[in-house]
């Protein structure tokens, strides 16, 4: 089945029967399994990925590694095997670690790849399912839309106003007309193949129904299947801003680590011992991990996200999430629920609150905040009775109680009808089966209403018409004034009219019911017979509600400092409605309209673009123009959309932002982020997410590298001081895999501070050690540098001739200082300023970390590898004075800090 060439002059039924397949009903479900588990899944085959032994093995490839297994083997050359072997263990053992953080990071952006997989809706059994279209499978009868990118190749069997761009494929820009009939067989040019559709290319315009001929790399896409293969993963911005730090970090390094091991052979120190030293702060200085925890923090926070609705299509959209300033929203099915629902019911003289919420309870009808019976009301009654007899839509329900289980099949402002009928327990099926439809006038864009001749239970004979108010008023004489029935005056179309006007001006769109008895000799009347002298019954009023939890979310956006701005093609009135109702437009700001927009210059457009709030009535081509506007003004742009023209802006924003449930493969396609429940409110949240995990990547940042400077000086000065050795080789190593290593870890998956939506975005060019953290992870590093050679001095001062005992004091006294250090971390203020007990997997580490450290000084195996001692209470005194003081002494020295900033800035101005 690879050439799609045979099948371009075979009719659709020879097709189908070639492929075995009933063209009407599609594959059953047991032929569905039978073929996948024959061809395979539908999809392109990827390059090899790499072994699990080969990523292994990439963990030694690091240079400083390398430098370390060398200075190992110099080690078992001079005959320090203990050193040697525990030297080994200690980088296998980080290896093992760095492996598990790839694998892990790995096995979560394969998962989030297997969540944003296309889809593809196939006929199985006679019914239409939504189905993954890897899943897809030769003879499957498929459905195509404008927007759909196309699974699989196909042979059109039916095709309306079909047009698919096939550029990708064929290198021709211009959309190709698709048709279904049969084309005659002569080597016809790929492009030319107008009966046929290919696995990668996009609808554009129209439908059309198509037999699958091809999957995976049967496909024409699948020939040239390097062209389209997985593209490589790119680094975030922050990972590229990472690795350039260690190379800094590596020319620094490399530089003290040869002051310290020079300073040390200057003052007598055994060079081999020096020399060991040094690699060893080499590589204790250069954070190796940090690019895997970055990576595991990200792919983390994405299943987080994934958790809450949000689809991360692109990793850089999680940094870019916590810069947004700007967020551009559509109305329809975003900020509101996509459900037209009737709110009001106005009959001549009454007007009724309807609740729309759907739910099990009773009380949905209301006047003046007191709940009412509608049944009880004859033009209540017959109103809801117009509304669901004259009606082409479907209510499915489970049960007449189980209201939250309905569902709507066809138009949702039929549907809005059929639901309010049912919230006053006219249910479409008992009515339906008991009102017996005679003839139907269809509704149509001249008319603009809708009429049924109807036989009731009594035998009775009626017309129940609804339509656009000021069309069916025309055809009313009468009026169902408090249940009787009068002459329509002139002061009663005018009461009609200003309250059609009224519901109008609350963004409702109103339908007007009206009826009459028609005789047994009129049944056959004409249509412009039976649609006159009607009796006017009363107006519904609808509207698409907001989402009840969008209002909070925007109110937290405003909080954050990140405006919302609505996108609509809606009209002005009832854009301007909700906009109002969920906070989104203040008393200043401005609405414009499409053709408003259209009259203004792009330069004109800059200079207002802050003051909009609500664009009305535009197109998705205006969409583009705003969010370079936006841009322009220096905003960091969200731009929400689900059709295939909302694609540019989609793409050109900071942060693209399709729809799960109503968005076309094209939007997702260009989108960074995918709604998977099309929310606002789910935007929120991906924001907030994406904020905290950029905090959190910050805190391992500053704590691995203050802890690497902590380490470094402790060296350092003891070098400069004449002091021996305050750490030996191993202890450094075993500091950086131990101490660095499981609390990095556990800071990646930090709960979200309180303030995280409380603060005003960060600057998206803005340095990872802004904010704070650059000084931190100075102060903090040469804090706890000195305060561990504190601890050496005062203990080499009491115990010189034992070396050991200072050493495993220094030692102790640096983990400590590093274990209590993580928990500032915690916080870009004090330590104090959070709960140490909300981070679990912190306490773990921190306690995995304490008794590693306890098992090297006191378990007797291991204390001639590590060259440690057991110590004392007075010791452990020492220790935890020392480890105490840079966090201690940091209030102080951040308070000093702000002075002089202080005093500075007043000098300046």
């Known amino acids: 089945m690879s050439d799609t060439n045979q099948w371009i002059d075979l009719d659709p039924e020879r097709v189908a029967q070639e492929l075995r397949v009933d063209s009407e009903k599609g594959l059953t479900l047991n032929e569905a399994k039978k073929r996948f588990k024959q061809i395979g899944p539908n999809q392109i085959s990827e390059s090899e990925k790499a072994s699990l032994l080969s990523v292994f093995v990439d963990q030694f490839k690091d240079f400083m590694v390398l430098v370390l297994l060398a200075a190992t083997l110099i080690s078992g050359l001079l005959g320090e095997y203990t050193d040697a072997i525990a030297i080994i263990a200690i980088v296998a053992l980080n290896a093992v670690l760095g492996f598990i953080q790839e694998i892990k990071a790995e096995k979560s952006l394969a998962a989030l ?135 800094v970090l590596i020319v620094a390094s490399i530089f003290l680590t040869a002051v310290v091991v020079g300073t040390g052979i200057w003052h007598g120190q055994e060079m081999y011992k020096m020399f060991l030293a040094g690699v060893s702060l080499a590589v204790a200085a250069i954070p190796e991990g940090l690019p895997a925890i970055v990576t595991v923090a990200l792919a983390l926070g994405v299943q987080r996200m994934i958790k809450r609705r949000a689809i991360v299509r692109k990793l850089p959209s999680v940094e870019t999430l916590g810069c947004a300033t700007v967020i551009c929203s559509d109305k329809t099915g975003t900020l509101t629920q996509n459900k037209m629902t009737v709110t009001r019911l106005w009959t001549l003289g009454k007007e009724v609150e309807v609740d729309p919420n759907v739910s099990a309870h009773k009380d949905f009808f209301r006047i003046q905040n007191q709940v009412i019976s509608p049944q009880k009301d004859l033009g209540i009654t017959r109103l809801l009775e117009i509304s669901v007899l004259c009606n082409n839509a479907v209510l499915e329900r489970t049960g007449p109680d189980q209201v939250d289980t309905w569902q709507i099949d066809g138009d949702p402002t039929e549907g809005a009808l059929l639901v309010a009928g049912g919230k006053a327990g006219l249910y479409q099926d008992v009515l339906t089966n008991s009102w017996k439809r005679m003839r139907e006038f269809p509704f149509d864009s001249k008319r603009k209403r809708m009429s049924v001749l109807l036989t009731s239970p009594s035998g009775q004979c009626f017309l129940y018409a609804k339509g656009a108010p000021d069309v069916l008023l025309e055809s009313c004489t009468y009026a169902l004034v408090q249940g009787k029935v009068t002459h329509l005056s002139d002061q009663l179309r005018q009461q009609i009219q200003e309250q059609n006007e009224n519901l109008a001006s609350m963004a409702l769109r109103n339908l007007a019911f009206a009826y009459r008895e028609v005789g047994k000799g009129e049944q056959q009347s004409s249509q412009m017979a039976l649609e006159e002298k009607l009796v006017f019954v009363g107006l519904a009023g609808m509207i698409d509600p907001p989402r009840p939890e969008v209002k909070d979310a925007i109110e937290i956006c405003r909080n954050a400092g990140i405006k919302t701005i609505m996108i609509t093609g809606d009209h002005q009135a009832t854009a301007e409605a909700i906009a109002y109702e969920l906070g989104i437009k203040s008393t200043s700001g401005l609405t414009i309209s499409g053709q408003q927009l259209s009259e203004m210059s792009d330069e004109q457009l800059q200079n207002r673009v802050n003051e909009i709030d609500v664009y009305a009535r535009v197109s998705p081509e205006h969409k583009l123009r705003i969010v370079k506007a936006l841009q322009q003004a220096g905003h960091v742009v969200a731009m929400t959309g689900d059709g295939v023209n909302d694609a540019p802006a989609i793409k050109a924003a900071n942060i693209g932002i399709a729809m799960g449930v109503a968005g076309t493969d094209v939007s997702k396609e260009a989108s960074s982020l995918i709604l998977a429940d099309d929310n606002f409110a789910t935007i929120v949240s991906a924001i907030e997410e994406g904020r905290h995990i950029y905090d959190n990547i910050r805190k391992f940042i500053s704590y691995l590298l203050a802890s690497n400077v902590g380490e470094i000086l402790v060296m350092f000065f003891a070098m400069l001081a004449g002091l021996p050795l305050p750490l030996l080789p191993i202890q450094i190593l075993w500091v950086n895999l131990v101490t660095d290593g499981l609390p990095a870890m556990a800071l990646g998956v930090d709960p979200a501070e309180e303030n995280t939506m409380a603060r005003v975005p960060r600057n998206s060019r803005e340095s990872v050690f802004a904010r704070g953290v650059g000084w931190k992870i100075i102060t903090r590093g040469l804090l706890i540098g000195s305060c561990s050679l504190l601890a050496f001095w005062v203990t080499f001062m009491q115990y010189p001739e034992n070396l050991v005992v200072s050493q495993t004091v220094a030692f102790a006294t640096l983990v400590m200082a590093q274990l209590i250090y993580v928990f500032d971390c915690r916080s870009e203020g004090t330590i104090f300023q959070r709960n140490p007990f909300n981070n679990k997997a912190l306490l773990l580490a921190v306690a995995s970390s304490v008794l590693l450290l306890l098992a090297v000084i006191y378990y007797s195996p291991l204390q001639p590898i590590f060259h440690t001692v057991p110590i004392g209470l007075r010791d452990w005194i020492l220790v935890t004075v020392t480890a105490s003081l840079p966090v201690l002494c940091a209030g102080l020295l951040d308070s000093v800090a702000l002075t002089v900033r202080k005093v500075f800035k007043l000098r300046m101005n």
């Open 113 to 247: 790849k297997k969540l944003s997989s296309p889809t593809a809706r196939v006929m199985r059994e006679g019914k239409w399912v939504r189905i993954p279209a890897e899943e897809l499978v030769p003879g499957d009868l498929i459905f195509l839309e404008s927007g759909d990118r196309i699974p699989a190749d196909v042979r059109f069997c039916k095709a309306i106003s079909l047009r698919v761009e096939e550029s990708a494929l064929t290198g021709e820009s211009l959309p190709v007309e698709k048709i279904s009939s049969r084309l005659p067989r002569a080597d016809v040019p790929l492009g030319d193949r107008k009966n046929m559709g290919y696995m990668g290319t996009l609808v554009i315009q129209g439908t059309g129904m198509g037999l699958v001929v091809g999957t995976g790399m049967q496909t024409e896409m699948g020939k040239i299947a390097h062209l389209i293969q997985a593209t490589e993963s790119t680094e975030t911005p922050l990972q590229r801003r990472l690795e350039q730090l260690g190379k």
